[in-house]
């Protein structure tokens, strides 16, 4: 039996011309994937099936994940209904606040509306665009915010429907180097999954909702010492950093780290973050 060797974009694409604002990929960027690169594929994609909660969600998009499409902030955008009104989210481990970009993206519809558009006019493919210097997007106030975490470059993409609607979008911004060809086509190969991942997160928490109100209490999972521990360790902060902080030593900040995670019943402090976001121990 012989294998397919795989195709490349340029192969896969017909070639166009290059509009005033969105950068297809060029024709000679042309990808290869090695045998590790489909292989951390398998895994992210088996990863991608056990994600029902929204801090499945982030320990995958924040963990393994990022071992594939490096990104600063992921902002997901789901279309409900037949409206035109959408749910978005923004995900992210950097010192951002993921909420934020959630709220500047509804903000800034003028940049998410020209995104979809290029999108579509792509033929529903992935688009890279330079956050920073572009004039269309720099006067943004959402590409300032990711401007000053040092993520100047957006990778887009999508799902659609039958009509050809947008059902969902997903925006990763990411540092200068990580923005290639390779990463456009790894994003392209995963939002189908990523998209199946975040919707089971909403049927979960509806489900969750209605057969019991158990948010109120949440918070009595942690004391008030290991939630403002949590609160640092969410914010990228080091034991050492969290003791100074605090004032307290480094081995008392790990033992208040492992404690978090054995009441939270996480293997890690990525679980533990997405996990108290989804139980409102955290917000933002």
Not at 90 to 116: C, M, N, V, W
Not at 140 to 150: A, P, Q
Request: hydrophobic letters at 40%.
């Amino acid at each position: 039996m012989h294998l397919k060797e795989p195709e490349t974009i340029a192969q896969r694409r017909p070639a166009e011309p290059e509009s005033e604002i969105a950068k297809p990929l060029a024709a000679d960027q042309s990808v290869l994937l090695d045998s590790m690169a489909l292989e951390a594929i398998t895994f992210n994609l088996e990863a991608s099936l056990r994600v029902y909660t929204d801090h499945h969600f982030f320990g995958w998009t924040q963990g393994l994940l990022q071992n594939l499409i490096r990104h600063e902030v992921l902002i997901c955008t789901l279309r409900k209904g037949e409206t035109e009104l959408s749910e978005v989210e923004s995900f992210s481990t950097s010192h951002a606040e993921p909420k934020l970009f959630s709220h500047l993206y509804r903000q800034d519809a003028s940049l998410a509306g020209k995104l979809i558009k290029e999108w579509e006019e792509h033929h529903f493919q992935p688009v890279i665009h330079d956050a920073e210097n572009e004039k269309a997007y720099a006067d943004s106030v959402l590409t300032h915010e990711l401007n000053r975490i040092g993520a100047n470059k957006i990778i887009a993409h999508g799902t659609h429907d039958t009509s050809a609607r947008m059902a969902s979008f997903f925006v990763f911004a990411c540092r200068t180097n990580d923005a290639t060809a390779r990463q456009a086509h790894l994003v392209e190969m995963l939002v189908p999954f990523l998209h199946a991942a975040w919707v089971r997160t909403k049927i979960s928490l509806s489900v969750e909702i209605g057969e019991s109100n158990t948010h109120s209490g949440s918070r009595d999972l942690l004391t008030v010492r290991e939630q403002e521990v949590l609160k640092w360790v969410y914010l990228g902060k080091s034991n050492i950093e969290i003791g100074i902080i605090l004032g307290i030593s480094p081995l008392t900040v790990k033992n208040h780290v492992q404690e978090i995670l054995r009441r939270l019943n996480v293997q890690n402090r990525t679980q533990a973050v997405g996990k108290a976001f989804n139980l409102h121990i955290l917000s933002c």
